[in-house]
């Protein structure tokens, strides 16, 4: 695939504040993405997501790497690299709060390039995508979080920019708006084509909404995958198995030797295996006793212990 971004070898560091100490936030962080693609930047706090998107849309100069949008590296040839991104960046900063919703769209209608003939038609299109007509003269103040991050979003779609970067777009949203919100935008990345880059902590986002997740850590890459791919790569290796009776203090210490278990309650043990067959040799150890098994199933592993395994193990699988 054809890749619209590339982030190449980027270093980020601060000085911390009160101290001569220096922090790095973002440490050889490098990835390509391709036209058309949603990619997730997920991550724990502090792991460096927003130093990573604003070092892409040109608010950071990175210490040490380079970006390059559309071919054109972000620093020597900034304006023709920045013509292609658009972002909505935590905090609703795109849009004034003073204006009304329509004032907002035609002021950066203006602002970022749309033909004076065509601003009316491309606000009104707007307005009827992100379902806001009956808002359009209410003030951006008196709006609710999720309008606010709606109308920002939708400033962000008037440059018509191949790229689209949001930080946490369905931070502080309560369910029914994140999941009109998450709608949105999945039908602006089918229907127009755009490549869109999400920073998020919110897991359903990126299961639901993303083909690809970038997992950073510490301003590290820990992983690099198709959103399915990582889900495959766990959900073949978790058990629940319940069983009937204890287990012996022999049987007990063969298997905390031999397997992960990650949780041990009462007569419910659960393990990630990491080859499937070894499930047979777990059975051998509860056998050697005669311990009856009340039942064995494979669990549905979701993308949060997913990331969870990734960020604390630190390895890509
Ligand atoms: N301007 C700054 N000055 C000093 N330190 C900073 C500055 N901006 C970010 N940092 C520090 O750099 C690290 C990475 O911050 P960043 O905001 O990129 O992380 P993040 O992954 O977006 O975190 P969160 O999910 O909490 O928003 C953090 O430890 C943060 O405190």
Same mark, same amino acid.
């Given at each position: 695939?054809?890749s619209?971004?590339? &982030?190449?070898?980027?270093?980020?560091? $601060? +000085?911390?504040?009160?101290?001569?100490?220096? #922090?790095?936030?973002?440490?050889?962080?490098?990835?390509?993405?391709g036209?058309g693609?949603?990619?997730g930047?997920?991550?724990? =706090?502090?792991?460096?997501?927003?130093?990573?998107i604003?070092?892409?849309?040109?608010?950071?100069?990175?210490?040490?790497?380079?970006?390059?949008?559309?071919? @054109?590296?972000?620093?020597?040839?900034?304006?023709?690299?920045?013509?292609?991104?658009?972002? &909505?960046?935590?905090?609703?900063?795109n849009i004034y709060?003073?204006?009304?919703? $329509?004032?907002?769209?035609? $002021?950066?209608?203006?602002? /970022?390039?749309?033909? +004076?003939k065509?601003?009316?038609?491309?606000?009104?299109?707007?307005?009827?995508? @992100?379902?806001?007509?009956?808002k359009?003269?209410?003030? &951006? =103040?008196?709006?609710? /979080?999720?309008?606010?991050?709606?109308l920002?979003?939708?400033?962000?779609?008037l440059?018509?920019?191949?790229?689209?970067?949001?930080?946490?777009?369905?931070?502080?949203?309560?369910?029914?708006?994140?999941?009109?919100? /998450?709608?949105?935008?999945?039908?602006?990345?089918?229907?127009?084509?755009?490549?869109?880059i999400?920073?998020?902590?919110?897991?359903?986002?990126?299961?639901?909404?993303?083909?690809?997740?970038?997992?950073? *850590?510490?301003?590290?890459?820990?992983?690099?995958?198709?959103?399915?791919?990582l889900?495959?790569? #766990?959900?073949?290796?978790? $058990?629940?198995?319940?069983?009937?009776?204890p287990?012996?203090?022999?049987?007990?210490t063969?298997?905390?030797?031999? @397997?992960?278990?990650?949780?041990?309650?009462?007569?419910?043990?659960?393990?990630?295996?990491?080859?499937e067959?070894?499930? #047979?040799?777990?059975?051998?150890?509860?056998?050697?006793?005669?311990?009856?098994?009340?039942?064995? *199933? /494979?669990?549905?592993?979701? @993308?949060?212990?997913?990331?969870?395994?990734?960020? =604390?193990?630190?390895?890509?699988?």
């Amino acid at each position: 695939m054809e890749s619209i971004i590339s &982030v190449k070898g980027i270093y980020k560091s $601060y +000085k911390k504040r009160k101290s001569s100490e220096i #922090f790095t936030a973002v440490n050889d962080l490098s990835f390509d993405v391709g036209k058309g693609e949603i990619v997730g930047l997920l991550g724990p =706090n502090g792991a460096g997501k927003t130093t990573t998107i604003k070092t892409i849309c040109g608010l950071l100069v990175p210490d040490q790497g380079s970006v390059t949008i559309n071919g @054109f590296d972000s620093l020597k040839d900034r304006d023709k690299a920045l013509r292609h991104i658009s972002a &909505v960046l935590e905090g609703n900063r795109n849009i004034y709060w003073r204006l009304t919703v $329509y004032e907002n769209l035609v $002021y950066f209608a203006g602002n /970022r390039g749309v033909p +004076k003939k065509d601003i009316r038609r491309k606000v009104d299109e707007l307005l009827s995508l @992100f379902q806001l007509q009956d808002k359009k003269d209410e003030l &951006v =103040n008196n709006l609710s /979080r999720g309008m606010q991050q709606k109308l920002a979003v939708s400033v962000a779609m008037l440059a018509d920019t191949d790229v689209v970067l949001l930080d946490e777009p369905t931070l502080g949203l309560d369910v029914e708006t994140g999941y009109e919100v /998450r709608d949105l935008l999945r039908k602006i990345a089918r229907d127009q084509g755009k490549t869109i880059i999400i920073s998020t902590h919110d897991m359903p986002v990126v299961q639901d909404l993303c083909e690809r997740t970038i997992i950073i *850590n510490a301003g590290k890459v820990v992983a690099d995958e198709r959103v399915e791919e990582l889900l495959k790569l #766990f959900e073949t290796s978790a $058990y629940q198995i319940e069983l009937q009776e204890p287990l012996t203090d022999e049987q007990q210490t063969m298997l905390l030797a031999q @397997f992960p278990i990650h949780q041990w309650e009462a007569l419910t043990l659960k393990v990630n295996l990491d080859q499937e067959q070894d499930i #047979f040799k777990l059975m051998d150890i509860l056998k050697q006793n005669e311990t009856p098994i009340e039942t064995i *199933n /494979r669990t549905e592993i979701n @993308f949060e212990q997913v990331f969870r395994k990734l960020v =604390n193990e630190g390895v890509a699988s």
